[in-house]
């Protein structure tokens, strides 16, 4: 299995501001992906990201609120932008194992304000 | 894409088995179940799949039906740790994973 670690943990972010999301893996990994989890609800998957290509998005998620980078096989961004507090969610970075499982980062906690 | 139905909720005394049920009847003959966990306020969490063969792991066994179409994860001595939401999910084209409900599984002293 993979260790990830993402950065920040937590933050709380002024409306109209945006944050970026780090996701840092242990191994060099093809496909990682990302969510996002709403208050009580359950996880939603906002996007794929693969090395050396753009990111695929979900319906619903478009790359100008939520830009992704994917520089390397080892690591990646999410920018939350221009936020406003409906996206109050904790968002989580996965990584794609050699059985197709999925294994998860902590999770970034972001409350906007 | 095959969808499941898990019980909302479900006890379980400490030290038991829990027994967690999956409905997948729409289930294809080439998906995979997976079976995940989240505990509170922490990413979710791995635990085993399986296509049609039973199967265990350190945490828990997969046991599937003859016909596919409903699976049972079994946590063979619950403890306190394992109070948790856990996620059955059929893998997806493009290795999407789609996330219900989950059953929220209480072990209880």
């Known amino acids: 299995s993979a260790v990830i670690s993402q950065k920040p943990s937590r933050d709380i972010c002024q409306r109209g501001t945006s944050l970026t999301i780090q996701c840092q893996v242990d191994?060099?990994?093809?496909?990682m992906f990302w969510y996002r989890q709403q208050p009580g609800q359950s996880l939603t998957l906002i996007a794929t990201?693969?090395?050396?290509?753009?990111?695929?998005?979900e319906s619903g998620f478009v790359i100008d609120k939520f830009p992704i980078s994917r520089p390397n096989l080892t690591f990646s961004t999410l920018t939350v932008s221009n936020m406003s507090p409906e996206d109050s969610s904790i968002y989580l970075c996965?990584?794609?194992?050699?059985?197709?499982?999925?294994?998860f980062g902590p999770g970034t906690r972001l409350t906007v304000t | 894409d095959a969808k499941t139905t898990q019980p909302p909720s479900m006890d379980c005394a400490e030290g038991r088995a829990a027994n967690l049920p999956c409905n997948h009847s729409?289930?294809?003959?080439?998906?995979?179940v997976y079976w995940y966990r989240q505990i509170h306020s922490q990413g979710p969490q791995y635990i085993i799949h399986?296509?049609?063969n039973n199967e265990t792991n350190e945490m828990a066994s997969l046991i599937i039906t003859e016909d596919r179409k409903s699976s049972t994860l079994i946590l063979p001595h619950a403890t306190l740790r394992d109070t948790a939401v856990y996620y059955c999910?059929?893998?997806?084209?493009?290795?999407?994973?789609?996330f219900g409900a989950g059953t929220i599984l209480r072990v209880k002293s």
């Open positions: 996965s990584v794609q194992g050699s059985h197709y499982e999925q294994y």
């Open positions: 191994s060099q990994v093809t496909m």
């Open positions: 990201a693969n090395q050396g290509s753009e990111a695929t998005y």
């Open positions: 729409t289930i294809s003959g080439n998906e995979y």
């Open positions: 399986g296509l049609k």
């Open positions: 999910i059929v893998r997806v084209e493009g290795n999407k994973l789609v």
